[in-house]
């Protein structure tokens, strides 16, 4: 084999783990994208405890659904939800992690969840989420109620 033909498949295989490599990002990406719209799509479907359709719903039926648009099963309870995925720290958020709180008495307990839809900023960190008063909104992880509440950030995709 001549060195140009070795050169040549040298760079075939190179343009080859390249294009594969911005594929699984593009996929990554386009996943978490559907993750998002699926998640908007049900903005303003009010807050229903165990509901699990348009009608109604709460916070893990929100990431369930969101998550099943893209073929990943998530479990149907917010605790169960809490231990998928990798840990991300609260500065480490990215669009499409899942963001864990404790809303209840117990300061440790996971009640409450919500899937990243921006980060712009320092301060800047916006998930979506079943509210029990307004439904399904989105709202700043930064604002004192829900920063003083957070838990935990995991990363599924």
């Given at each position: ?57 709460d ?15 998530m ?8 231990k ?7 500065k ?34 916006r998930?979506?989420?079943a ?20 838990l ?6």
């Amino acid at each position: 084999m001549s060195t140009v033909q070795k050169r040549s498949i040298g760079l075939l295989v190179l343009c080859t783990l390249l294009f594969v490599g911005c594929a699984g990002n593009t996929s990554r990406s386009n996943n978490i994208n559907r993750v998002i719209q699926t998640a908007k799509s049900y903005t303003g479907t009010p807050y229903k405890w165990g509901g699990t359709t348009r009608v109604g719903l709460d916070c893990s039926a929100l990431i369930y659904h969101s998550y099943r648009s893209i073929g990943i099963d998530m479990p149907r309870v917010t605790a169960d939800q809490s231990k998928r995925g990798d840990k991300v720290r609260l500065k480490q958020l990215a669009v499409g992690d899942l963001v864990f709180f404790a809303t209840g008495d117990k300061k440790r307990k996971v009640t409450h969840a919500g899937i990243v839809t921006s980060v712009s900023g320092k301060n800047q960190v916006r998930f979506i989420h079943a509210s029990t008063s307004l439904g399904v909104i989105e709202s700043n992880l930064y604002s004192p109620y829900y920063l003083k509440r957070f838990l935990s950030g995991r990363r599924i995709l």
